[in-house]
């Protein structure tokens, strides 16, 4: 007890000494201030106060905040626009004066975020009021990028800074909906009906190329073919003339008469008539004087070609 009474003053002032002592967490900045005025800003780790005359005002984070907003807004052609978008953004620095704005500016974080979500719905109904209704869906990144340009001085003033504004979701009213999805299904069928016609169109056309060239194949086989017959036929008909000249030339050198030889060649067209006519009935006059009659046309044929032979060797002597 002694001991105590002796050394008083020195409890007091290990007392008054821990009473200084306040420690801030990492990712906050303390405010001081003393008699209600502005005095300094603590750093995160163990910091030293003036017992009872300073005190920690505010601790402010530096650290990223996010919030999320639903809010609608109305385009030129009167169409309501909902937006869900999500807000990102954080002190701009760790500097005192920095600190200062943010502490002083606003009197609560709830009017800090009340102020900002007004701003940044204000300001993208501004944009949304000059644009029609068809346009919108396409417009995400012109909306945050307007929003950016319009409010990052204004931020800078109060301390903060918009990292990254996220449209998650546009929608319209019930009605608009519908039609824009009738829209799409008939431009899905259009299309749809554009790929069909073209495929067919395709599809007869090369059909059509196919049976052209078929045709063309075929009509030069044709053509092939009537030829090569032509030159059998000819080359037929040149052994059988050879053939009859070389028989008559024998039967003069006999002194036999040739008209037998186109006797023969009648009676052997009339067996193969008989032979491959198929059951078909071919009248033919048998008398004598008919086939003397087609005897002597037989033989006026022989010396027309003799006499068109013999022509034509004169010409080439």
Same mark, same amino acid.
């Given at each position: 007890m002694d001991l105590l009474a002796s050394y008083w003053y020195v409890i007091i002032i290990i007392l008054f000494l821990f009473a200084g002592l306040k420690t801030i967490n990492q990712g906050f900045v303390g405010v001081v201030t003393m008699f209600g !005025?502005?005095?300094?800003? *603590?750093?995160?780790? *163990?910091?030293?106060? +003036?017992?009872?005359?300073?005190?920690?005002?505010?601790?402010? !984070?530096? &650290?990223?905040?996010?919030?999320?907003?639903?809010?609608?807004?109305?385009t030129a052609d009167q169409a309501n626009v909902y937006f869900k978008s999500m807000l990102l953004y954080a002190v701009q620095n760790a500097d005192e004066e920095t600190i200062k704005k943010v502490a002083f500016k606003f009197l609560s974080e709830r009017d800090l975020m009340q102020a900002l979500t007004? /701003?940044?719905?204000? /300001?993208?109904?501004?944009?949304?009021?000059?644009?029609?209704?068809?346009?919108?869906?396409?417009?995400?990144?012109? +909306?945050?990028?307007?929003?950016?340009?319009?409010?990052? #001085?204004?931020?800078?003033?109060?301390?903060? #800074?918009?990292l990254d504004l996220q449209i998650n979701d546009i /929608?319209?009213?019930?009605? +608009?909906?519908d039609s824009m999805s009738r829209v799409v299904a008939s431009n899905n069928l259009k299309a749809a009906a554009e790929n069909e016609g073209q495929a067919l169109l395709i599809t007869k056309t090369k059909s059509a190329e196919a049976e =052209?060239?078929?045709? $063309?194949?075929?009509?030069?086989?044709?053509?092939?073919?009537? &030829?090569?017959? =032509?030159?059998?036929?000819?080359?037929?008909?040149?052994?059988?003339?050879?053939?009859?000249?070389?028989?008559?030339?024998?039967? $003069?050198?006999?002194?036999?008469?040739?008209?037998?030889i186109l006797f023969s060649m009648? /009676?052997?067209?009339?067996?193969?008539?008989a032979e491959v006519g198929k059951g078909n009935v071919i009248f033919l006059? =048998?008398? !004598?004087?008919?086939?003397?009659?087609?005897? &002597? &046309?037989?033989?006026?044929?022989?010396?027309?070609?003799q006499t068109n032979k013999g022509g034509q060797n004169l010409s080439q002597n």
């Open positions: !005025s502005y005095r300094r800003v *603590l750093r995160p780790g *163990l910091n030293f106060l +003036i017992p009872f005359l300073e005190q920690i005002n505010r601790k402010v !984070s530096i &650290q990223n905040r996010s919030v999320e907003m639903e809010f609608q807004a109305v007004r /701003t940044i719905e204000g /300001t993208i109904r501004s944009f949304v009021a000059t644009k029609r209704q068809a346009e919108i869906l396409g417009l995400r990144k012109e +909306i945050v990028e307007y929003v950016k340009e319009q409010i990052d #001085h204004l931020l800078e003033e109060w301390g903060y #800074h918009l /929608t319209f009213d019930k009605a +608009i909906m =052209g060239n078929s045709i $063309k194949i075929a009509a030069e086989a044709e053509r092939v073919a009537a &030829q090569l017959r =032509g030159q059998g036929v000819a080359l037929f008909r040149e052994e059988v003339a050879r053939g009859m000249s070389q028989a008559a030339e024998q039967m $003069k050198q006999a002194n036999l008469d040739t008209n037998v009648w /009676t052997e067209a009339i067996k193969n008539f006059d =048998g008398s !004598s004087e008919s086939m003397q009659r087609n005897m &002597q &046309q037989i033989m006026a044929m022989m010396q027309q070609q």
